[in-house]
């Protein structure tokens, strides 16, 4: 079955953008504009199959054509302006879907999470059934509006009052467990959260990756999860993982960098992934002597000056990390505000652990006066020339190559300077330069698993019927989605995905992709194949390889392999 | 004479130490097959606290700096040699201690300042510490300087990525850690159905047809992943059809990726699935392997713990490894070694922070064992690097060197290209 019968539906509301991505239809249609694709290599043909290449998971068959109609300029910022562009029905509805996983308070969250524990534990000496918390299911329907890009919670403001709505006043347990149920697994129940948890993120981000119009949008959602990474596999932060994409990246994605930054900074799933949680002023004597909260942290420190900001080589010393350590002091996870009911979304701040001293940091005096020192301090860092040149350098090493050219680099830096760290600013300076556009960039990129993945269900129309076996996939080949352990979040470079054996498992998914029962028909797949132009020695491989094998063997042909 | 005079001697008088060899590695003869001889890396990702992997007891320092996380004799501890202890996580190993085929250089890693894990690892592994444009690996190099056994099986890395350590132009088998049979079983269903013929895992055809005789990366990938394919296929088999503990299945393969390192506790069986490699074809040489997980900020543990819990499923892979080998054990070195050192003191939070020095492993039937190497001054803030944490007072390389040049045969020129700009000129076994 083909995926996009049900894209057309939206076809009208994306009028407005001039931007069809989402009209896609029969095999028939887009064998027709191949052909013509496979002829006319042209520069402006060129041109189109670069910009689907880069700004997208890889084309869908007939997407060269509406572009063509569209024209490459209007492409670019359409995907710039990804609210202008209608979000497909199928990512909506997994939206809402997975909306108990993706909105509800951490503070919720955590609270849940201990008493599952707890539960467990209790479970292990008896027959282990006891009722965890009462399922208080209410109406759900009034979770998320997904059609807004800045849901869950317009609680962006987390310097301001803390989350009140009527989602506070529902358990998370409770929500996650509907979440269950509406995914058709009745009965799963609490012990499963965490297990609910996941499988939710993960089949949100396949599904968006591959059905959403708003491509660029997902692959920056990807690139600055990996920016600012953290880990499923680590404890809490199993749970938090989709909240914290949702709350303080993807509002961002395409905005100021300042704000993402401190959105990741003020979300406890940040917090806990570092450490930061446990970050405490030196000598501190805690009410409670169970508590093991004791003197500095310096994991989080070093991180948002290595990875986030201003890069390894970005000037800074020892001396430097540990004195952002004792800014970072106090900083930890939100608690339920038992009196008030209130639940929290975000970081929390407990004067008695912090470091009221003075600090110093990259020569500048930092007055210790509490919660609004971190804030400066962001400030200084997100305007610094280091953390421009590392975010530049990152960008085009995303967009153009492995190795990006100095002079794209630097100019990027300063698109960067110019727009106070606007994201958009800078990959529109990005896809408008000289660099970007040159022949020898083209096609040169090496696809992540995660990348080639997205590009082949792409490619060939595949309805995701089976997440876990496509995040399966992922796991053999290196990728599992979410589970990047280390804070440098996955690559993207050939150096860190060419291997032998992966490449040959490539070849086994392909095999297996064509013959899952998609329909996808050859023609309509060469299309999205770098423009439909083929080696020939490919071509000459494909032409004598009985016709049943020929969609396979393009999925696992060394063109689709880059991007 | 205590232990801080002993060093002192030592380096203010190098004549009491005479070099054994300019490699010194040559307790036996070097005059042998070097074709015969393996080598097998570990590496640990995260920075491994070797202050207690290792742990300098006898030191009154390591108690008081470490109230929560040192460890004693009493409460299981392993003694070595009355100064140094053995975590009790270790003990599979204790027989190796015992037949002195283990040993530990303590104090040793790069000497590259960073306490970046990304940074400590990359160098580590490029093997050029301090330049980052070193676009392939020590290892590799070290395979292009082998003597070609024309088998794609020569270099083996397990796990699914090939790590930065095997970057290069030499031809590396990535194999999975075992039990990951899924992937072999739908390689052989797909090729059943391109090839209409019963299964050998060999890849389709057509992929051969599209991927043969190309002059780049992706083509060179590909013939020594087929090839690589083919004979694990057929070794495996054979494994099979005699079952032994071998071909166990991980049961639950929990992946945590650490720079795609899965932690010792999800692939315990690494061990027996290396061995089975080395004994059944004899042109497997060189092997990586690598393990998250060692990043213990919070919560350490001391005997019990975090690092215990990961410390026992390596423990016992090793042991595994060292058993299964057999007879090839006595022509094997295994090194196992990891990104940088921990904090001397333990931090607020039962845990440590990234340090330099640390304790590198060595196993092995030539390996003179027994004994803790490496230039060791004790926990004393001015002993310390920064009063924080061990200094690197033995090179990674230098021990790398004296193995490679002495059990692999490489000359002094052809170490120059394993590790350029590194000049190997001292004597790594020198007992602190």
Redesign the interface.
Known sequence: MKAYSLLSVITALSVATGWQFALVDSGARAAETSDRVAVGQDSQTAQIGHVLNRLTYGPRPGDFEKVRSLGVQRFIQAQLNPTSIAESPKVLAQLERSAAVRTVPSSELLQQFQMEKQARKAAKGKTGKGKVADGNLGNTSNISNPNNPNNPNNLNNFNGPRANNNLARRKGGAVIKEYGKRRGQVGTGMTNMRNEVESGVIETKIVRAVESPRQLNEMMADFWFNHFNI?I?KGVDRVLIGPYEEQALRPYLMGNFREMLGATMHHPAMMFYL?NA?N?K?G?QAANPKN????????YA?ELL?LHTLG?DGGYS?KDVMELARVLTGWGLPTLRRNTGASGYWASFDEQRHDFGDKVILGQTFKGTGANEIEQVLDMLARHNSTAHHLSFKLAQYFVDDNPPPALVDKLATSYKQSGGNIKAVLNTLFASQEFWETKYQNNKFKSPFHYLVSSLRATGASIRQPKQLS?FL??????LY????P?GYKNT????????????R??FA??LA?SGSAADYQSVLGTVNGGKLSL??K???D??PPD?RV??LI???EF?NY | MNRRDFLKAALLSPLVFPLIGQQGWAYKSANEDFGAQKLIVVLLRGGIDGLNVVAPYGDNRYKQIRPTIGMSRASGLLDLDGYWGMHPSLAPLSPLWANHSLAFVHACGSPDKTRSHFDAQDYMESGVPGQKATSTGWMNRLVGQLPSKNSALQAISLGPVLPRIFAGPSAIATIEKSGNKGAGKGAKRMGRRLQNQPTNGDVPSVFTAMYGGRNDDMSKAFASGRSARNKVNAIMSEAAAQPPETMEAMTKEQIIANRGALTPKSTPEFGKQLATLFTKDPTVQVAFVDFGGWDTHVREGAEQGQLANLLQPLAGGLADLVRGLGPVYNNTTIVVMSEFGRTARENGNGGTDHGHGNAMWLMGGTVPGGKVYGRFGGLADNQLNEARDLPTSTDFRAVVSSIVSSRLGLSSKQMASVFPGYQFTGNPFIQG
């Not at chain 1, 796991?475 to 599992?480: D, E, L, T, V, Y």
């Not at chain 1, 050939?494 to 040959?504: M, Q």
């Open positions: 880990s596999a450490d446990q405490t030196a501190y093991k909260k004791k003197g500095l942290n310096e994991n070093r290595e390894v020892q399966a796991k053999i080949q290196g990728q599992p589970a990047c352990l280390t440098d050939k150096e860190a995905w060419l291997n032998p054996d992966g490449l040959l498992k070849m086994d095999v297996r013959d020695q490919t000459q491989a494909i004598k390889a094998q396979a063997a696992g042909s060394p392999m």
